[in-house]
Each structure stands twice: as C-alpha cells, then as structure tokens.
C-alpha cells in the first residue's frame, strides 16, 4: 500500500501564489507516477498535472503557464507551484500516486486532499 498526504495549501488572492506538497510512504518502490487533481464543489475531480519517469511532466492547458509539477523520485514526492492564481482555481486539490503493486497491477493512490481557496 501506499500513502498519499498533501501539504500546503491555504487561501490567497487573486494573482497570488501558493505551493502545494505531496509526500508518498509505504510501498514506494512501485511508484511510477505522481500527480495532482482538483474537484470544486458541484464539479467533476479533474487532472491538473503529472509528472512520470525521467523528469516527464504535464500541465493541462487551463493552468499551464502557471503551475508548475515537480517530482523527486528519491525522496517520493511531487509538488505543485501555483502562481497567478484565479478564483477558479479554487478547489481541493488531491495528490493522486500511481504505483505498481507487489504483483504488478497499476493501482492509483489518493491523498486526503487540501484545500486552496483564492478570493478576489
């Protein structure tokens, strides 16, 4: 098993920043890819960014230019640079972890979620 727990986020103004954590325990060595979504209230959880092998990252288009996805595969952690941000944006976001597990199968792992508020 693995587990997902984020860190930072918090409420901010519109164009201002914040930067989120994820840190991965337990069964690490089968992670292959971790990420970010969000779910604002009366919507559906969707992708905002991952990061997969050899420094491999994606941005959807509605943020890329403003967050930035990192990963550091020794340490099992990824995190999330949000800047400009906009009230849209508001939502909770949650670490998602892909890993494989002690048999093989891809399972995906989700963080308790944090969230980030931004007001104008």
């Known amino acids: 098993q693995v587990q997902a727990v984020e860190s930072g986020g918090g409420s901010v103004q519109v164009g201002g920043s914040l930067t989120l954590s994820c840190a991965a325990s337990?069964?690490?060595?089968?992670?292959?890819?971790m990420g970010w979504y969000r779910q604002a209230p009366g919507q559906q959880r969707e992708l905002v960014a991952t990061?997969?092998?050899?420094?491999?990252?994606y941005v959807v288009d509605s943020v890329r230019g403003r967050f930035t996805i990192s990963r550091d595969d020794e340490k099992h952690t990824v995190s999330l640079q949000m800047d400009e941000l906009k009230p849209e944006d508001t939502a909770i976001y949650y670490c998602?972890?892909?890993?494989?597990?002690?048999?093989?199968?891809?399972?995906?792992?989700w963080g308790q979620g944090t969230q980030v508020t931004v007001s104008s």
């Open positions: 990061a997969g092998a050899r420094g491999s990252t």
């Open positions: 998602n972890v892909k890993g494989h597990a002690p048999w093989g199968a891809p399972q995906d792992y």
């Open positions: 337990g069964a690490v060595s089968g992670i292959y890819a």
